[in-house]
């Protein structure tokens, strides 16, 4: 506690009428602090923020981007969770792409390929660990992913007009400062406008009482924000007339104020220190003289508490901001019992991000030139930081871009992911540091309001369990059951790989669940999962909870659906876009070639049409069902003779498979997961695959597959939920193991001669996900320019071993 009572005396200054306290010094202090501290490390907050190559994209191209994953105010690299969970997601609201990237140390890469055939339109792309549903999706990264396509002539109607629903109205509401209008006590009253897409919209007008007079008149001042004073009369109710820019008019009511209460109002506009009013109404002061209060201010995992005695109706305090974090603050005023009263959040500047320091050599190169970087980075102290960062180059005369409509590592980590809603125009608040913009982000902390915790859930002290647990790797889970659908406890449930290696075996519960956790593989991986009884009989019926059926629901995205497509920006894209592919296929076979890969949208197959039981390349051979119908009638009789080394013995509807050898005993046939079928009750119409594994694949189903083994998966199955897929026995999955991203191609020149050369028309000149700053803080990356003339942007982003983080833009000519 002597920690917190130094930076006590450096935070506030003196002219307040209240005592110190510092946790273990006030009772009432002491309760919220410890309640607050172990909410905080109990369920720590994880963020996720990512950097895209460039602000948005067309079909056939490839998203590329790093990902960052935070945990705590101080934004440290994560070490909680080790997978990172990724999805697309298309313009009808369905996940078009998902992967698994695998977190080292909150650190990790990856990128979505795109189909050429994929219709244009505003996307998303969302970002999460299993740790962060345990909020709904309050912590979850998403960003809107604009996409066009050169096969449309011109930007599709529905998209370019965003026409709102006809149901939808503007809202606009009243945000009192502290949380609530209090008789006889001047307020500040926030309020925010926003029309049907979400965004917002100026409104002007005037407030007036249950008897029409008008007491205060506003304007917006910021996107549909602005704010006026008030104070309210007892008695007195009010309602705000709004005037919209169309002419239209409307009313909304202001909250109804308390007859007697207590407010607290904060006065941010000097840069170094904010001024804080803790003011009681005359009958509130009457009811409650000399009681103590607590005033907390959280900042960036930061606790300070103190407690004020109430022998005054109006209690003044100043705060010196230098020693807080960088980001939002929340001041809270709690009551004797330890009820929170009021709550303002502040934004803290303090301006310690990393000092990234960019040396190009020059400020204007020739196309393909080879450019080399250095990277210095410092923190605010001037000492060199070793960090990790991402870097991204465009021609930004190809990708032109808005800043302040963008988002980027300052404004996710520091401000919209600590807030409610959608923010517009974050990038604003940092490029602006004027008089006028930080008034305006004033606004935003009244009206966008604090969710990072509630105060009712860190002061409940009872123990909950959390509903998602921290994924160190990927998960095989199921349940096994007897026969007659009952769990069987105790049993043994072996992992198998396919393609050979270790054995893993698990027991499972008395409800029959099992897992393998802390997986680690690559891209799709096949396994077999073989279960056993306690007295080791495989009658046992094996599930298999495939997790990709777990993903969260898509909640429909208003800003996303009806925010404004960048027209003119993409048409310039995709006017280049289109000479690029036409330059590629004039040009095929001459001169040097950039890789380039075509993307097409294939429907994916079930699991059954892509899996071979003993991984792929590894059955002794597979049969789809394109090739089973070219012969018609029961399975036996169309299978016989087709089947290599498998000869089919008995009348044509009592047919068996035997391998072709000497003594050998009939083949186990395999249908639908079930052991012992009759493979001649079915047509060869009915059937999707048909598997043959010999003596080498036939070790996983014991003595009973000593002869070989015919898996048979009918068309039926293929309805069949993946969470709820089983055998007896033996089953074969095919989980989606971490992807692999993919590296950026990144062209080589020796020399400037275009003669006879393939034009480079790249628009992302080059990224790399993974630069790293040494003991010194440099790092140093190199690259080639394109055949497009014009400026070019450097963006690095990153954030070092303590959590500090850096943004830095740079940018040159190409002639």
Request: charged share 20%.
């Amino acid at each position: 506690m002597k920690h917190l009572s130094f930076i006590f005396r450096l935070i506030f200054m003196g002219g307040w009428c209240c005592s110190f306290a510092y946790g273990q010094n006030s009772s009432p202090s002491k309760a919220i602090t410890a309640r607050l501290t172990a909410f905080s490390v109990n369920q720590p907050v994880e963020k996720a923020y990512l950097q895209f190559d460039k602000p948005y994209y067309a079909a056939g191209d490839t998203i590329f981007f790093k990902a960052y994953v935070t945990i705590g105010g101080q934004h440290r690299l994560s070490g909680l969770s080790g997978v990172l969970h990724a999805d697309l997601i298309d313009v009808k609201n369905k996940i078009s792409q998902s992967i698994k990237l695998q977190l080292d140390s909150g650190i990790t890469w990856g990128d979505f390929a795109l189909p050429d055939s994929l219709p244009p339109g505003n996307y998303r792309i969302r970002a999460y660990t299993q740790w962060m549903r345990n909020n709904g999706e309050a912590d979850f990264f998403e960003k809107v992913i604009p996409i066009g396509s050169v096969k449309t002539a011109k930007v599709p109607e529905s998209i370019s007009k965003q026409p709102a629903p006809a149901n939808l109205k503007p809202d606009v509401q009243f945000f009192p400062e502290g949380g609530s209008l209090v008789v006889g006590i001047p307020c500040k009253v926030a309020f925010k406008a926003t029309g049907a897409n979400g965004m917002g919209i100026d409104i002007k007008g005037r407030i007036v009482d249950n008897e029409n007079r008008q007491v205060a008149s506003f304007a917006s001042s910021h996107l549909g924000m602005g704010y006026f004073y008030l104070e309210p009369v007892e008695g007195k109710t009010y309602s705000g007339q709004i005037n919209y820019p169309d002419g239209s008019t409307d009313i909304f009511n202001l909250p109804k104020p308390e007859a007697a209460g207590i407010a607290l109002s904060v006065d941010n506009d000097s840069i170094p220190q904010a001024s804080i009013s803790i003011k009681a109404s005359y009958k509130y002061f009457q009811g409650n003289r000399g009681k103590a209060y607590t005033l907390l201010i959280y900042s960036g995992g930061l606790i300070t508490t103190v407690s004020c005695t109430l022998d005054s109706q109006v209690i003044k305090l100043q705060l010196l901001k230098r020693k807080l974090h960088t980001g939002v603050a929340a001041i809270t005023l709690f009551s004797p019992d330890n009820e929170p009263l009021c709550e303002r959040l502040i934004y803290i500047q303090n301006y310690d991000q990393l000092n990234l320091n960019i040396n190009a050599g020059k400020n204007t190169y020739a196309k393909r030139e080879k450019v080399s970087i250095k990277l210095n980075a410092l923190n605010r102290k001037g000492d060199p930081a070793e960090g990790y960062f991402s870097v991204s180059v465009i021609n930004e005369s190809q990708v032109p871009q808005v800043e302040d409509n963008g988002d980027n590592i300052l404004t996710n980590l520091l401000l919209t992911s600590d807030l409610k809603g959608y923010i517009e125009q974050p990038a604003y608040y940092f490029a602006d540091t004027g008089a006028a913009a930080r008034q305006n982000l004033d606004i935003l902390m009244l009206t966008q309001g604090y969710r990072r915790f509630e105060w009712k859930q860190v002061l409940d002290t009872a123990k909950k369990e959390r509903a998602y647990l921290p994924e160190k790797g990927i998960e095989i889970s199921g349940q096994v059951k007897n026969p007659f659908n009952r769990p069987i406890a105790k049993g043994t449930v072996t992992l198998i790989p396919s393609k050979g290696g270790g054995l893993l075996s698990t027991s499972s519960d008395d409800k029959g669940m099992f897992r393998f956790s802390d997986l680690i593989f690559t891209d799709t991986a096949h396994f077999v999962l073989s279960a056993v009884n306690v007295k080791n009989k495989n009658t046992t019926k094996i599930t298999w909870f495939d997790d990709s059926m777990g993903a969260p629901a898509i909640q429909k995205n208003v800003v996303c659906s009806f925010s404004a497509f960048p027209g003119t920006a993409m048409a310039s894209y995709l006017a280049n876009d289109k000479l690029r592919l036409a330059d590629a296929v004039n040009n095929k076979g001459k001169g040097i070639q950039l890789k380039q890969v075509d993307v097409h949208a294939k429907k994916p197959d079930d699991q059954y049409r892509t899996f071979s039981l003993a991984g792929a390349g590894h059955a002794d051979q597979v049969m789809h069902a394109d090739e089973i119908e070219k012969v018609q009638g029961p399975l036996g009789v169309s299978l016989d003779g087709r089947l290599h080394g498998i000869v089919f013995l008995g009348d044509p509807f009592h047919k068996a498979p035997f391998l072709h050898v000497i003594g050998g005993g009939p083949m186990l046939v395999i249908i639908d997961g079930q052991e012992g079928g009759n493979l001649n009750y079915l047509n060869a119409n009915d059937v999707e695959t048909v598997e043959v594994l010999k003596y080498a694949s036939a070790g996983i189903y014991g003595m009973d597959g000593g002869h070989g083994v015919l898996v048979i998966t009918t068309k039926q199955s293929r309805g069949l939920n993946a969470k709820d897929i089983a055998a007896v026995g033996v089953l074969p999955i095919a989980p989606m193991g971490f992807y692999k991203a993919r590296e950026f191609y990144s062209p080589k020149y020796d020399n400037t001669d275009f003669t006879g050369k393939r034009r480079d028309l790249r628009s992302t000149i080059y990224w790399q996900p993974e630069l790293k700053t040494d003991k010194n803080g440099n790092a140093i990356f190199d690259y080639y320019n394109s055949d497009g003339t014009g400026t070019y942007k450097i963006v690095i982003e990153g954030i070092d071993k303590d959590g500090t983080i850096g943004r830095q833009v740079y940018r040159y000519k190409v002639e």
